[in-house]
């Protein structure tokens, strides 16, 4: 699915399966069995999921930290509060 510049981009939804959120959170993470220890992927969480996706990824030992997730950019002409 290819974006033009002037679309915006879609939400950040959370993770967690079922979930349609806006995602609050960034999990980083990597499997070391698989993944150099500088490559990292992403999980997105929302509020109400953060602690059972944070768990998921720490029992296994593949968190590698947790970031907030920035809002949208407003769009160009757009006025900010």
Do not use: I, Y
Not at 21 to 29: D, N
Not at 34 to 61: F, I, M, N, S, Y
């Amino acid at each position: 699915m290819a974006f033009e510049l002037h679309e915006p981009a879609p939400d950040l939804v959370c993770s967690a399966r079922g979930c349609r959120a806006v995602a609050a959170h960034a999990l980083l993470w990597n499997n070391p069995r698989l993944h150099t220890p500088e490559r990292r992927k992403t999980w997105l969480a929302c509020g109400e999921h953060l602690d059972h996706l944070t768990a998921h990824l720490q029992v296994r030992g593949f968190l590698r930290e947790v970031e907030a997730v920035a809002g949208p950019a407003p769009l160009a002409g757009q006025r900010t509060a």
